[in-house]
């Protein structure tokens, strides 16, 4: 079964630094999210991705927050001048026309 | 007020029983309506969408109640296998497909 692949898995930064999530789409799939899960919480959207251009973005998306797909195949979440509230479990999920999308393992981000 | 909303367990229940999940969601314009499970520090996973006309798949069975703005899925025969935190999901109405709104889901804990 085809799925979305993510790194990595675990990653441990500190306060201040940047960190770039990955996400390998499935093949055909032209729509990709990220979400973040903190610790004990509820999965929380964050934006959405579509023809080379955000779709749409929640409250929590600013401007710390970027995505993009440089290469056609990676589709990337970076967070400049992390915080410790930062540190959440981050989920990218892609999908195709239809309703449904499947999310990748996941990326644990840790911030000291 | 939370947007979807669910009791938080955990539900402990032997093989075999019975169980089932309620859940409430604020907005009434709300559009499409999903469970997923989630196993503990893994990513979510589909189980199966609601539709106002009720659906099965298995030993689970899920409802809509539109005018009640209220979900609920039934689990027969639970399983060992079925341990994991059961999500309420809805999509907003104009929202992208992908913007899912969870709640922070209801743990079952499935014993011997």
């Given at each position: 079964?085809?799925?979305?692949?993510?790194?990595?898995?675990?990653?441990?930064?500190?306060?201040?630094?940047?960190?770039?999530?990955?996400?390998?789409?499935?093949?055909?799939?032209?729509?990709?999210y990220?979400?973040?899960?903190?610790?004990g919480q509820k999965v929380e959207f964050l934006v959405s991705f579509y023809n080379n251009e955000i779709s749409e973005k929640s409250e929590i998306f600013d401007?710390?927050?970027?995505?993009?797909?440089?290469?056609?195949?990676?589709?990337?979440l970076k967070i400049?001048?992390?915080?410790?509230?930062?540190?959440?479990?981050?989920?990218c999920a892609t999908g195709d026309s239809g309703n449904?999308?499947?999310?990748?393992?996941?990326?644990?981000?840790t911030v000291v | 007020r939370k947007e979807v909303e669910q009791d938080p367990g955990p539900f402990n229940v032997p093989e075999g029983a019975t169980v089932a999940f309620n859940c409430t969601y604020s907005n009434s314009a709300s559009q499409s309506f999903f469970w997923y499970r989630?196993?503990?520090?893994?990513?979510?996973?589909?189980l199966m969408s609601v539709y106002s006309s009720g659906n099965e798949d298995g030993r689970f069975t899920a409802q809509l109640n539109r005018a009640s703005q209220y979900i609920s899925l039934l689990i027969r025969d639970s399983k060992l296998s079925d341990s994991a935190t059961y999500l309420c999901v809805v999509t907003p109405y104009g929202g992208s497909q992908g913007n899912l709104i969870f709640g922070k889901g209801t743990k079952l804990s499935v014993k011997p």
């Open positions: 079964e085809p799925e979305v692949t993510q790194t990595p898995s675990h990653q441990v930064t500190q306060m201040g630094q940047e960190v770039i999530l990955r996400c390998v789409p499935i093949s055909n799939h032209l729509y990709f990220w979400y973040r899960q903190i610790l401007d710390q927050f970027s995505v993009e797909r440089p290469d056609g195949s990676n589709f990337t400049r001048s992390t915080k410790l509230e930062d540190s959440a479990m981050y989920f449904t999308i499947y999310f990748g393992e996941g990326s644990w981000l | 989630q196993d503990c520090r893994k990513e979510p996973k589909l």
